[in-house]
């Protein structure tokens, strides 16, 4: 069992920047990966971006934006939002896949065995 908990969510102005972390915790944490998703109203959760000790992928929509980061340590993901668009509200969730899945995996919401509670992301024009 995995637990995730994200923060760091809130409003902000478009050109805005915000800064989500995601804690994991639990027995089997260190046998799972973390990646970021999102989710907006009424579709299913897409890929934002993944960080791993040598893997680092980003959703075309986000990159050259967002920045994903992490403290192996801490078993804590972050992922940093510059230049934040309106079309980036969405509730914003960190997931574990099981390492044993690879890294395609990670791109992949159907492979991701646990979700944290998502935190919402505003942002206005």
């Known amino acids: 069992q995995v637990e995730l908990v994200e923060s760091g969510g809130g409003p902000v102005q478009a050109g805005g920047s915000l800064r989500l972390s995601c804690v994991a915790s639990g027995r089997s944490v260190s046998d799972y990966r973390m990646g970021w998703f999102r989710q907006f109203p009424g579709k299913e959760r897409e890929f934002v971006a993944v960080w791993t000790d040598d893997y680092v992928y980003y959703a075309d929509s986000v990159k050259g934006r967002f920045i994903a980061s992490g403290d192996n340590a801490k078993y804590t993901r972050y992922l940093q939002m510059n230049n934040l668009k309106p079309e980036d509200t969405a509730v914003y969730f960190c997931?574990?896949?099981?390492?044993?899945?690879?890294?395609?995996?990670?791109?992949?919401?159907?492979?991701?065995?646990?979700w944290g509670q998502g935190t919402q992301v505003t942002v206005s024009s």
């Open positions: 997931g574990a896949v099981p390492k044993y899945k690879g890294y395609f995996a990670l791109r992949e919401d159907y492979q991701y065995i646990f």
